[in-house]
């Protein structure tokens, strides 16, 4: 669903109006933070940096141009890997390229917000090693069809078809 | 359009990733006004993604809503003081701007102005240079024509001696016998008074007749003071006399300043 009562409230500067939607995406902007910088404290820090864009951008967002979910997307994504251009980010990590998602999954040491373990096992499990790729590109990463398909070497065309059918079993996995 | 083929073909999983283009999102956004089954997908695929995307988040902090509070400003959506700060700046930074270009101006044209004097002066200057360098030039032949004189062994080199008059004086002859020439050296002898002029004679000796070659005209002006006449005579020995301006038939011996013969 679009809060669109909520945005026009964002859009209008009410206060009461961000905390609901941060309340709403909060967890979803952290998760998209931290699967890039893998560092709580920084993606802490980008967080608060993606809610004030959110805040002071809000008026410039159009439901034509897009998902509201999707603004927000791409503003955390957009944060954080300008985080990664940092000094700070750039001294003390370094080879996070092989790393994606599942990582975070498989990490027993990670206390996750939403997901129990046995809904961590049906994650995984749903998922092929190529549609974990697909998705971590695409989705977490935001890279464009062509970067994935360079990146994963498979022909541009099927990029998109595998992406619908690794989305497709995610759903069935959460009964969406 | 079949909406099913159209759902299948992924696009809307694109969509809500965000990896459309400006354009392609236009047309889908169009087709989910249209087709409530291709909006419902939407939700359902966003829904997912919502989940997943929270699956990965490590536990979130509650305080940090707060700090969120703290540093936006809720006054900052008036607009009167963005536009009143906005009106200003650029007013200054023009006047700024004009002040800077004037004064900019004002120092190119002073600079300009000096540039031209100096060239002038430096013009002058170089001409006066030029001039100096001729006038060493012609010096420097001259010279040049002098030494050739001296060197040449041809010449027949007739030194004279001081007589009573000055004991101090000297002179030599360069007598070119062959060109019928004679180049007197008078530097020894002293500024002639005014009136009066050095007379040079060549002379026959047995018996002695003097024979006028000229006088030595601008002195003072001839700053080498080598001077050239013309001896035609069959010469035994020079004189050179002291005598009243444009010179006399025969020389006043009493004022004979030096003297000297010419080795056979």
């Given at each position: 669903m679009q809060p669109t009562a909520l945005i026009i409230a964002l859009q209008n500067k009410e206060q009461s109006a961000l905390q609901s939607i941060y309340d709403m995406y909060a967890t979803n902007v952290y998760g998209i933070i931290y699967n890039i910088l893998r560092d709580k404290e920084l993606s802490e820090e980008v967080l608060q940096d993606v809610f004030i864009k959110i805040w002071n951008n809000a008026p410039s967002y159009s439901e034509k141009k897009g998902r509201f979910f999707t603004w927000i997307l791409n503003i955390a994504r957009n944060a954080a890997i300008d985080k990664t251009r940092s000094k700070s980010f750039k001294n003390s990590y370094q080879n996070l390229e092989a790393e994606n998602f599942v990582d975070i999954l498989e990490d027993n040491n990670n206390f996750l917000s939403k997901v129990d373990s046995i809904g961590i096992k049906k994650y995984i499990s749903a998922l092929e090693p190529l549609c974990k790729k697909i998705i971590d590109l695409l989705?977490?990463?935001?890279?464009?069809q062509k970067e994935t398909a360079e990146t994963l070497d498979i022909p541009l065309g099927t990029v998109k078809t595998r992406n619908r059918i690794c989305i497709d079993k995610l759903k069935q996995v959460l009964e969406v | 359009m079949d909406i099913k083929e159209y759902i299948a073909s992924g696009i809307l999983e694109l969509y809500v990733y965000g990896s459309l283009s400006e354009k392609e999102n236009t047309e889908v956004y169009a087709i989910l006004q249209e087709h409530p089954e291709a909006l419902a997908e939407v939700e359902r695929i966003e829904n997912s993604l919502k989940e997943l995307s929270a699956a990965v988040a490590p536990d979130l902090d509650t305080s940090i809503y707060s700090k969120i509070e703290n540093r936006i400003?809720?006054?900052?959506?008036?607009v009167i003081p963005i536009t009143r700060k906005r009106s200003n700046l650029p007013m200054y930074i023009g006047w700024a701007a004009s002040v800077a270009l004037l004064a900019g101006l004002f120092v190119q044209l002073n600079k300009n102005k000096e540039l031209r004097q100096q060239l002038v002066e430096n013009q002058i200057e170089k001409q006066l240079l030029e001039g100096k360098i001729q006038v060493a030039e012609e010096d420097l032949s001259q010279t040049k024509n002098l030494l050739s004189v001296l060197r040449n062994k041809e010449f027949i080199q007739v030194p004279l001696a001081a007589q009573?008059?000055?004991?101090n004086a000297y002179a030599t002859v360069y007598w070119d016998k062959e060109n019928q020439k004679a180049y007197i050296d008078v530097a020894g002898l002293p500024t002639p008074p005014p009136g009066k002029v050095y007379q040079v004679w060549s002379l026959g000796l047995n018996p002695l007749t003097p024979t006028s070659m000229g006088t030595l005209d601008a002195f003072t002006d001839n700053k080498n003071k080598i001077f050239s006449l013309s001896n035609p005579n069959n010469s035994e020995a020079f004189g050179i006399t002291l005598e009243p301006e444009g010179g006399s038939e025969s020389p006043t011996l009493e004022m004979l300043y030096t003297l000297g013969a010419v080795e056979s």
């Open positions: 989705f977490f990463k935001g890279f464009t | 400003d809720p006054e900052d959506n008036s009573q008059v000055d004991p």
